[in-house]
Every structure is written in structure tokens, then in C-alpha cells.
């Protein structure tokens, strides 16, 4: 890919997509004619009216299936929900007056009459060298709370307000707990926070500083999700890896990639997994634009995860879409330690459909990245900078090729995680500079 002075603006949302390549350039389509709000909104509201099969929660394992208007978070077997498939949306139904991932609540299957929104989404999309390739990095740690996790906060916890919800617990290592914790306080919801007792103190007090109750869990991540089931018997559950309506919110960087490259589809999506949210949002969304004849092709889905804890690369790697034996340790990717993922099938599922592939990357290559990021003068936080170090892996298997445009997601800051951070650039002797 040549490098190019350019830069470029292509729809009113994404700051930048900077120094864009002649080879991504003559790609896109320029875009359309912009609709003043009246028109989008009287256009979005015909393809609302339009007969089409109802939206329900679907269990994938099972098939069972229940009305969308229950306010359940699981099956009653006590699997993960979906939503059943979704036509998608052209671009005509982008409101373009919402400066906002509520530019597309046209894909979503309910409507939500006042979403509770700080202004998430419309990130960066920024161009860098990295090695032999030009990559599209997506910074979204330009989110309100300084984490992706704000797509699927602002959706999720505009549904349960609008239902009449009032108190809610979350568990969380970080990024989740300080997302839900922000949208509750917009909301007016009061907020439980459990979180592993080991978290980074930057991430607790952020959530306590947004007004929620905090509870440290002693011992790891899957205690803390055990704790927060049990405690769910009395407080509803508005989790980040539970709730359907999380990924309805996640899928919007399906959407916003697309409108970013003037409604064209990259060729592979680099991404970092624990849960696996990015990887279920970016394919739900690329599904839909697939099915409404917005893209031509399905993005290959290329997802990392730290050598310490990489359940679902073992699993991957050995065909199977049940858990394998794995050796796990301790991560400064904190925020994908996660050793029996919630979507743990479905997860896998997402990336084989994309024709993907995974990487397990090692500690010292976790860190070499953080510090080439920030040398760019992008300030990762070490559990999205795995994305980053995957890149060669991929390269050299073929995964990412000459040419193609490929979008790296870096999901979270630097400061959220600071005493690593410290660790990572204290000079030589200790201490800070």
C-alpha cells in the first residue's frame, strides 16, 4: 500500500481516517448525498413500518427461542441469549444527525425512544506504518469511559432504563464495570460493580468516582462472574458478556468500518479476545450489511489472545468447539483473562464463518507492542496492544495480505491501566521518570 499525504473525512463521524492509501482510496465509493435529519428520520421510519418477521431472543445451542420484550438475560437453561437475524440497514437509514453509534438504530430490533448516550462511538480511524504493511488502526479508546465497551453500555442500558429498571449489578475486570457504571449514573440506575480484587486501581475508581458500589472479589475473573450469578437471584444482571443487547451495541463498529471506508467492508479485522465481544459484535454486523447487500464480502476476523490465558486459540487450533486443556498464568493483558468464556462456541463459530484464524501471543511480544504503539503516539492499554503484536503472526501465515486493507481495533487507553504502564516505561533503576 503507497503512502499518501490525504486526508480524509467521509461521513461526518469518524474524526479522521488519516494519510488514507491510493490502494483504499480507489476502492471507496464516494459518499452519498447527504439527507437532512427530517428526510433520514421519515426514510428510517417507512423501513420500520415495512412487514418483517418479529425480533426474538434466540439460544443458539438449544433453539429455544422467547419474546424480546421478556426482561430475561438467559435461557431458561441458563445459556447465552441472541437476537434472531437481522435484515440490516443501507445507507440511507444512517441518520446522519447523530453524531453517535445512534446513527444506526435503525439495525437495532427495538426501538428506543430516549437512549442514554454520552457520545460513543464515531472513533478515530487512523493509518500507520507497521513493519511491511499500512494499517487502519481504530482507536477506541476515544470512547466516553475510554473503552469500547461503551457500544454495548449505551444500548443495553437504554433498553433496561426504558423498561423501568432501577438497580443493577455487572462484574467486570475494568472496562465494563467503568462503562456501566457511567451509563447507569446517566440513567439514574444505581450500579453494583464486582470486580477481581487484582484489578487495575485506575479502573475501580473510575467506577466508583461515576457513583457505583464497588465489591472486590478475591481470587480471579471466573470468580467474580460466579459471584455476580449468585448475587443475580435478587439484582437484575446487566452484564457485558450476558445481555444480547450488549452485542446489539458492539455490532455498530460492523457498521461505523463500513461507513469509515465509504460503505465497503475491510478485508480483515484484527482484533483482541477474552469474552469475545468484538469478535460476536463485528460479526452480527457484517452479517446484517451482508444480508441487506451493503458488502460484497465477509471481513476475515483475525483475533488474538494472550499466550497466559488463550482458551479459545487452544480450542480453535485443535478444531473443536468445546474447551480443550490449556496452561494459563497471569497476563498484563488483564482485561482478557478470561479462562471459560460465557460465548465460548459461538465465539469460535464467528471466526470460522469469517474464514479467520487466531494467534496466541507471549508477554514480552504483548509489551514490545504497547511500546511500538506509543511510539506512533498511540497509548494502548497492554490487553488491546495484543492486537497490534498479532499483526506479524498474520502476516505470516497469510492472514493479512499485500494490499488488502486490514483495521487493527485497539480497545482500550493506556491509562487504564497505569501501574503496568509504569512497569513498562520506569527507566532503568526503578521509579518513575
Avoid at 58 to 70: L, P
Avoid at 98 to 123: F, H, K, N
Avoid at 242 to 261: C, I, N, R, S, V
Wanted: aromatic residues 6%.
Amino acid at each position: 500500500m503507497k503512502r499518501t499525504g490525504s486526508r480524509w473525512c467521509l461521513n461526518g463521524c469518524s474524526p479522521t481516517l488519516e494519510r488514507l492509501s491510493h490502494h483504499t482510496r480507489d476502492r471507496l465509493e464516494p459518499p452519498a448525498t447527504p439527507l437532512t435529519r427530517h428526510t433520514q428520520l421519515n426514510k428510517i421510519s417507512k423501513v420500520r413500518a415495512e412487514p418483517r418477521a418479529e425480533p426474538r431472543y434466540v439460544d443458539e445451542r438449544s433453539g429455544a427461542t422467547y419474546s424480546i420484550d421478556d426482561p430475561r438475560w438467559c435461557g431458561d437453561d441458563g445459556a447465552p441469549l441472541t437476537v434472531s437475524a437481522l435484515p440490516g440497514i443501507t445507507r440511507e437509514q444512517v441518520d446522519t444527525g447523530a453524531r453517535s453509534l445512534w446513527r444506526y438504530r435503525a439495525a437495532l430490533p427495538v426501538r428506543i425512544d430516549a437512549p442514554v448516550s454520552l457520545g460513543e462511538g464515531c472513533t478515530p480511524l487512523v493509518e500507520k506504518d507497521w513493519g511491511e504493511d499500512r494499517i487502519l488502526f481504530k482507536l477506541e479508546w476515544f470512547s466516553p469511559t475510554g473503552s469500547f465497551k461503551d457500544r454495548g453500555t449505551s444500548v443495553m442500558i437504554s433498553l433496561l432504563a426504558q423498561r423501568g429498571v432501577r438497580e443493577v449489578i455487572e462484574d467486570s475486570s475494568g472496562n465494563g464495570g467503568a462503562s456501566v457504571s457511567a451509563y447507569c449514573a446517566a440513567a439514574g440506575i444505581r450500579a453494583r460493580i464486582l470486580a477481581p480484587a487484582t484489578t487495575s486501581p485506575a479502573k475501580i475508581l473510575q467506577s466508583r468516582a461515576y457513583g457505583a458500589e464497588v465489591e472486590l472479589v478475591p481470587g480471579d475473573r471466573d470468580a467474580t462472574a460466579a459471584e455476580a450469578l449468585r448475587q443475580s437471584a435478587h439484582t437484575y444482571y446487566a452484564s457485558h458478556n450476558w445481555h444480547p443487547f450488549f452485542l446489539q451495541g458492539t455490532k455498530t463498529l460492523a457498521y461505523e468500518l463500513w461507513e469509515d471506508l465509504g460503505f465497503t467492508a475491510p478485508d480483515a479485522v484484527v482484533t483482541v479476545a477474552g469474552a469475545g465481544s468484538t469478535v460476536l459484535g463485528c460479526d452480527l454486523g457484517f452479517s446484517e450489511l451482508l444480508a441487506a447487500g451493503q458488502i460484497a464480502h465477509r471481513p476475515r476476523l483475525l483475533v488474538a489472545q494472550p499466550a497466559h490465558c488463550a482458551p479459545l486459540h487452544a480450542a480453535f487450533h485443535a478444531g473443536t468447539e468445546a474447551p480443550v486443556p490449556f496452561d494459563h498464568a497471569p497476563t498484563i493483558a488483564e482485561g482478557t483473562a478470561i479462562r471459560e468464556p460465557v460465548r465460548f462456541p459461538e465465539v469460535l463459530r464467528a471466526i470460522r464463518r469469517s474464514d479467520g484464524d487466531m494467534a496466541a501471543i507471549p508477554e514480552d511480544a504483548i509489551a514490545a507492542a504497547v511500546r511500538r504503539l506509543t511510539a506512533m503516539g498511540l497509548y494502548a492499554e497492554p490487553t488491546s496492544a495484543t492486537a497490534a503484536a498479532a499483526i506479524e503472526v498474520f502476516r505470516a501465515r497469510g492472514a493479512i495480505r499485500p494490499g488488502e486493507t486490514t483495521v487493527v481495533l485497539l480497545t482500550g487507553s493506556g491509562l487504564k491501566a497505569t501501574p503496568t504502564m509504569t512497569e513498562l516505561f520506569a527507566p532503568e533503576g526503578g521509579g518513575p521518570r
